[in-house]
């Protein structure tokens, strides 16, 4: 064990600085701690925020959301546009817009409205019910509602009774067929309608979203269909309804050439449609795409970016802006729709290590040496485990897999007995050990070799569940950053994989972040008797929940609330309570009452047989009733 770590050791290696900054760090204590306000000194421990959690009876695992950080996106981001804007001398506004589908919680939507209004901050519907949603919350006379996905007539004549409460509001046409609906339901209410156009740009994104664009993406219109919206609308004398132009080439670009390419077209795209009569057009919406950095690699990799906040407001601006003097076209106000940059930093999952599994004999001195009378396969390993040094690792590492297999063969016919077979299994975890002890920090090893840190790794069994919690670590290989919250001014020594209370093989984490490439194994810490070791999952405020299904059963955890009051002090401003066992039955049909009718008259049968007493059916029902209205998670 190093006795030298310190916490600027584990800064580094769990690359808090690269993903974490400004908000988290790590305290003398060596606990993790978020600092959530932009430009203060408050903070917030994290480990003592869960201990106290626990004395009021809320138990991991839990998301804690800071609303501090989503405040402080909200200007992070408003700031970023607003000084190239003054810097460019660029003559329109901005306003970011929330798409409701990146985290559709009541308490972060509201959060963000009441903060976002100080900084023009609009919603973004894709559904009849984010629809809805949008337009209760939005304040009137300076909200702006952009209306996205498959529309109806119903989802259109909502959208339009949200101009007559005052909200700003555009109907985005994401397909052509949209158009002589929208048209005819202005019509018949008398409402005239605010038209955006979704263009299918050949501009391609880079990551895993890419299919968002192009000629064959999900929604959009082509330029063909776009020349005829405006002459129908021509037609109609509803051209002057026309006022943004949407385009949307993925979530999570990871490249900044992406976005200029897109951001040319559109530009250009933009300025053709005035050119041709569509003089009202005065709004151009980039969509998403503005990438969170979840490795802190600062590369084009999936989970990372090589473009900061402000470059991607300086691009978005200046091409905007050049292209525009260009050709003679005023500046068109900008609305971005960054969902994932604004909420993905705010909320933290942490839970709690139940259990680790390790591989072979943890204690060297209890290897036994074989005897005259053992096979000679367990005396070939033995030798291979003996003879272990840094010359010839791959030699022993060969004979080891070569009695193992040996030994397999010999156990299926019979040859060895199951305590040999045992033996040779111990003894081929030593060797493998030893192997990755002697090569450790050598200039070069083979390939063999450097696949047993993860071939060794512990299983540390963990509450919480992949498939709820973090589902796109399982769905699409998402990479988030993993740590422990405490014990940080100690060396973590055990390369592990995490595993989840579901009974899937899928249900695990076994990539890692790294700046160079993907890590295979997480290093920890050994827990101690008698004492909890936490986890925390990091940038998980964008898609997740929403995402998150009910595998096994395992429910919605408790999500926390916290904001940093007067004096360094915490403030939970909300208890959102996880699901309960029933909660979660009912999504899939079962009644509590009658689950407990039927064990009930199961228990009574028994004790009319005679099987159990009074007092156990008792007990049992007890039980069974406690364990309905419970946590889905261990306790």
């Known amino acids: 064990m190093n006795q030298n770590w310190t916490i600027h050791d584990s800064l580094e290696h769990y690359l808090i600085g690269r993903w974490g900054q400004p908000y988290f760090s790590i305290n003398n204590k060596g606990n ?26 809320i138990k991991p695992p839990l998301l804690i959301r800071f609303n501090d950080i989503l405040n402080a996106q909200v200007k992070s981001l408003y700031q970023c546009f607003q000084k190239c804007i003054k ?18 919680q009541r308490h972060v939507v509201e959060q963000l409205v009441e903060h976002g209004q100080h900084f023009n901050l609009g919603l973004e519907a894709g559904s009849k019910p984010e629809l809805l949603v949008a337009m209760a919350l939005l304040k009137k006379d300076n909200g702006l509602l952009i209306c996205n996905g498959y529309k109806d007539e119903d989802y259109i004549e909502t959208a339009l009774h949200a101009e007559r409460l005052g909200i700003k509001t555009i109907l985005v046409l994401d397909r052509f ?123 084009n990799f999936h989970s990372s970016m090589n473009y900061s906040m402000q470059e991607y407001a300086n691009d978005v601006v200046s091409v905007m802006q050049d292209i525009c003097d260009e050709i003679g076209e005023p500046h068109p106000h900008i609305i971005s729709e960054s969902g994932r940059a604004l909420v993905a930093h705010h909320a933290v999952l942490i839970f709690d290590v139940l259990g680790v599994n390790e591989l072979g004999v943890k204690d060297e001195a209890l290897i036994i040496k074989p005897t005259d009378d053992d096979h000679t396969v367990l005396h070939s390993m033995y030798e291979a485990y003996l003879n272990v040094s840094a010359k010839n690792a791959q030699e022993c590492f060969n004979d080891a897999v070569t009695a193992k297999e040996e030994s397999v063969a010999l156990f299926s016919h019979g040859v060895i007995d199951i305590e040999t077979r045992a033996q040779i299994d111990e003894l081929f ?8 002890k002697t090569t450790q920090g050598q200039n070069y090893v083979p390939e063999d070799l450097n696949k047993l840190t993860k071939m060794l790794s512990d299983t540390y069994y963990c509450n919480f569940s992949v498939f709820q919690s973090i589902p796109d670590a399982w769905a699409v290989g998402h990479l988030f950053p993993i740590m422990p919250i405490h014990r940080l001014n100690e060396a973590p020594t055990q390369e592990a994989i995490l595993a989840d209370l579901t009974c899937d093989s899928d249900g695990k984490i076994d990539q890692f972040i790294d700046l160079r490439d993907v890590k295979r194994t997480l290093r920890l810490h050994k827990p101690q008797e008698g004492e909890s070791y936490y986890l925390g999952a990091f940038l998980v405020g964008a898609y997740q929940e929403t995402l998150g299904d009910l595998h096994n059963l395992f429910g919605d955890t408790n999500a926390i ?34 689950l407990v009718r039927r064990v009930r008259d199961s228990a009574e049968l028994a004790v ?21 209205l419970g946590y889905t998670y261990l306790v």
């Open 32 to 57: 993790l701690i978020c600092q959530p306000k932009l430009n203060s000194t408050s903070t917030i421990d994290i480990k003592e925020l869960i201990d106290d959690l626990k004395k009021r009876g």
């Open 87 to 104: 810097d460019y001398k660029y003559n329109a506004t901005y306003r970011s817009v929330m798409p409701i589908k990146v985290n559709q």
């Open 177 to 299: 067929a949209e158009l002589p609906m929208v048209i005819a339901v202005a019509k018949r209410l008398g409402i005239k309608p605010r038209i955006g156009l979704r263009a299918k740009l050949a501009a391609r994104g880079k990551g895993r979203w890419v299919e968002s664009s192009g000629d064959r993406s999900k929604f959009g219109l082509s330029i063909r269909e776009i020349t005829q919206t405006v002459e129908i609308l021509k037609a109609e004398g509803m051209v002057d309804c026309l006022n943004l132009l949407h385009f949307h080439i993925g979530s999570q670009i990871t490249t900044i050439r992406s976005i200029k390419n897109a951001m040319r077209e559109a530009a250009h795209l933009y300025c053709g449609l005035r050119s041709i009569g569509c003089t009202a057009l005065d709004h151009i919406d980039v969509g998403g795409g503005l990438a969170v950095d979840y490795d802190g690699s600062q590369t």
């Open 429 to 436: 975890w030593a060797t493998c050990k030893k192997i990755l």
């Open 561 to 594: 609330h916290v904001s940093v009051g007067e004096g360094d002090r915490y403030l939970l401003e909300n208890v959102v309570v996880g699901d309960t066992v029933s909660e979660v039955l009912s999504y899939v049909e079962y009644d509590r009452l009658d």
């Open 608 to 628: 009319r047989r005679g099987e159990i007493s009074f007092e156990q059916s008792a007990e049992l029902m007890k039980r069974y009733e406690e364990g309905l």
